[in-house]
T-cell receptor, first 113, second 114 residues
Framework: DTAVSQTPKYLVTQMGNDKSIKCEQN?????MYWYKQDSKKFLKIMFS???????INETVPNRFSPKSPDKAHLNLHINSLELGDSAVYFC????????????FGEGSRLTVL | GEDVEQSLFLSVREGDSSVINCTYT??????LYWYKQEPGAGLQLLTY?????DMKQDQRLTVLLNKKDKHLSLRIADTQTGDSAIYFC??????????????FGTGTLLAVQP
């Protein structure tokens, strides 16, 4: 029974398209995150939500819009995709805001052509 | 700077000890973490250390913390081929209000030769 699940696992699309990645956690956690991992494996936080409220919003282009319909779900919508958006996007969750133990999904590999 | 630095690559033989090093930046970080990423998977927490400790041992894993130098290390005893992965250190950096954010290091690829 997967704790943090993301779909799709792979996404290949053309520049300029709009795409979404969905994330769900069944751990009962209050906080969810999106991280981006680039081709050099650098991992950087993009957003965090706590009980559906946006808490962390790093310097991310406006083309990226997270949405949390409830505390078990955090989706990421990306408009007008660019080549530089190609990366692996990881969803994660933690029990609370200050927790350092994050539970990660398996990642969604986005390739923009 | 903001970066949490690690060496890129470490190669060891099966049965040897591995030592992965990390230099972090925020002296006020209360917890420091080690995560493991296997190929094609997400990160998984291995262990953590509270900032008022110098050392923590957890089975084959030993974490050493030098607060003065902001240096963290992870020692894996009797390294096995299944330990081959990327290892990330992370510091919990205060963000604001009641929030920390985890800043991950640059990652160290550990290759274990049979």
């Amino acid at each position: 029974d997967t704790a943090v699940s993301q779909t799709p696992k792979y996404l290949v699309t053309q520049m300029g398209n709009d795409k979404s990645i969905k994330c769900e956690q069944n751990l009962g956690h209050d906080t969810m995150y999106w991280y981006k991992q680039d081709s050099k494996k650098f991992l950087k936080i993009m957003f965090s939500y706590n009980n559906k409220e946006l808490i962390i919003n790093e310097t991310v282009p406006n083309r990226f819009s997270p949405k949390s319909p409830d505390k078990a779900h955090l989706n990421l919508h990306i408009n007008s995709l660019e080549l530089g958006d190609s990366a692996v996007y990881f969803c994660a969750s933690s029990q609370e805001l200050r927790a350092g133990e994050l539970f990660f999904g398996e990642g969604s590999r986005l390739t923009v052509l | 700077g903001e970066d949490v630095e690690q060496s890129l690559f470490l190669s060891v033989r099966e049965g040897d000890s591995s030592v992965i090093n990390c230099t972090y930046t925020d002296s006020s970080s209360t917890y420091l973490y080690w995560y493991k990423q296997e190929p094609g998977a997400g990160l998984q927490l291995l262990t953590y250390i509270f900032s008022n400790m110098d050392m923590k041992q957890d089975q084959r894993l030993t974490v050493l913390l030098n607060k003065k130098d902001k240096h963290l290390s992870l020692r894996i005893a009797d390294t096995q081929t299944g330990d081959s992965a990327i290892y990330f250190c992370a510091e919990a950096r205060y963000y604001g209000g009641a929030t920390n954010k985890l800043i991950f290091g640059t990652g160290t690829l550990l290759a274990v030769q049979p």
